[in-house]
């Protein structure tokens, strides 16, 4: 398979517009910069490492649209979103009959991405399985679909991208060491929004202007002292989440303090450092938007069932004493289901991780 040409139709994998780039001038972000530059200029395999919320994804795409495959197709990919069932045919593409509703042929992500890079996110979240036919694409640099009977060449670089980096999972043996080599060639670390918080003020700008294209809004002046004083656990991710919400209530264009919902001002403890995830009570758990007298006022429809799912995650975990397994088969998901959607909703995992090794 040649490395076709690039064109205006080349398009990213969801046709989507380019996403937003990494924002903010701080000392920490100039360095990533720096960084993604050098990077960008070679075509080793690349291991982002940061945590949820931090731009993993916004980093993968700056390394590609600065290095030589720009113009070639950017495909990037949850690990954890695909059942384990069909990950082969979503990799590596199959042939008519190969399974159960396989009636025509197609291209998997390695196919999709010819020329260009692949984006595997949360790739730790891989079965050993499918780990080993990973590793034996990397190391021939081709092919074959599922049900063929022949292999065909790719030309792919290879990024991907996980919270804790893929050392842990190496030693928690959940992880292959030869796959981990042949990934992390060069790793890139991403800093938490708490390691920048001079960058608060042009995140907010950024994200506003893309919440709200057609009217100006602003952050009344105590808002950007509150959101300074917040750890932000799910980072960026959390930031926009918190925005989205207050810009619902947003009275004149203007953000007030009383719009914003953070938990240090629901009468937890502000969050300077992530604390150990404590029982929450039942009455944080009702509905968003519900007040105490039971009349909920009006929010949008998409933000409204956003909060409403992630206080139902959040209740199955409590309920589960925070095992993720128990949760999720109370949810009717699987565990890489139940993950995705923590990730989402910006429920922090390490959290729900430093309670269970302190029990």
């Known amino acids: 398979m040649s490395r076709p040409n690039p064109g205006p139709d080349t398009v990213t994998a969801t046709g989507m517009p380019p996403a937003p780039q990494l924002s903010g001038n701080s000392l920490p972000m100039q360095a990533l910069r720096a960084q993604i530059g050098r990077?960008?200029?070679?075509?080793?395999?690349?291991?982002?490492?940061?945590?949820?919320?931090?731009?993993?994804?916004?980093?993968?795409?700056?390394?590609?649209?600065?290095?030589?495959?720009?113009?070639?197709?950017?495909?990037?990919?949850?690990?954890?979103?695909?059942?384990?069932?069909l990950m082969e045919a979503e990799f590596f593409g199959c042939r008519p009959g190969a399974y159960t509703g396989a009636l025509h042929e197609r291209q998997g992500l390695f196919q999709a991405a010819h020329g260009g890079s692949l984006l595997l996110d949360e790739v730790d979240d891989l079965p050993l399985a499918m780990q080993v036919k990973l590793l034996r694409v990397?190391?021939?640099?081709?092919?074959?679909?599922?049900?063929?009977?022949?292999?065909?060449?790719?030309?792919?670089?290879?990024?991907?991208?996980?919270?804790?980096?893929?050392?842990?999972?190496?030693?928690?043996?959940?992880?292959?060491?030869?796959?981990?080599?042949r990934l992390n060639v060069i790793e890139l670390a991403l800093p938490p929004l708490r390691e920048?918080?001079?960058?608060?003020?042009?995140?907010?700008?950024?994200?506003?202007?893309?919440?709200?294209?057609?009217?100006?809004?602003?952050?009344?002046?105590?808002?950007?002292?509150?959101?300074?004083?917040?750890?932000?656990?799910?980072?960026?991710?959390?930031?926009?989440?918190?925005?989205?919400?207050?810009?619902?209530?947003?009275?004149?264009?203007?953000?007030?303090?009383?719009?914003?919902?953070?938990?240090?001002?629901?009468?937890?403890?502000?969050?300077?450092?992530?604390?150990?995830?404590?029982?929450?009570?039942?009455?944080q758990l009702s509905l968003p938007g519900m007040a105490a007298h039971g009349v909920a006022p009006v929010l949008p429809l998409d933000v409204y069932l956003r909060q409403a799912e992630r206080d139902m995650i959040v209740r199955a975990l409590v309920q589960a004493r925070y095992h993720r397994a128990r949760a999720a088969r109370q949810l009717g998901l699987s565990v890489r289901q139940l993950r995705y959607r923590m990730q989402k909703l910006t429920i922090q995992e390490a959290l729900f991780d430093e309670y269970m090794e302190d029990r």
């Open 196 to 283: 920048r918080r001079g960058d608060l003020q042009v995140l907010c700008e950024v994200i506003l202007a893309r919440l709200s294209p057609h009217r100006a809004v602003n952050l009344a002046p105590p808002v950007l002292a509150a959101l300074g004083a917040y750890a932000f656990p799910g980072n960026v991710r959390e930031l926009e989440n918190v925005l989205e919400r207050a810009l619902a209530f947003a009275d004149g264009g203007v953000i007030a303090l009383d719009g914003l919902a953070l938990p240090s001002m629901a009468g937890g403890t502000p969050l300077r450092a992530a604390p150990a995830v404590p029982a929450l009570p039942e009455r």
């Open 39 to 85: 990077i960008a200029r070679c075509g080793a395999p690349v291991a982002i490492r940061g945590e949820s919320g931090t731009g993993k994804e916004l980093a993968a795409r700056a390394i590609h649209a600065q290095g030589a495959r720009a113009g070639f197709p950017f495909i990037a990919v949850n690990c954890g979103a695909i059942p384990e069932a």
């Open 138 to 181: 990397l190391q021939e640099r081709r092919v074959r679909k599922l049900g063929g009977s022949s292999d065909e060449a790719v030309d792919v670089r290879i990024l991907c991208a996980s919270q804790h980096g893929l050392a842990r999972g190496v030693a928690a043996g959940t992880f292959r060491q030869d796959l981990f080599y």
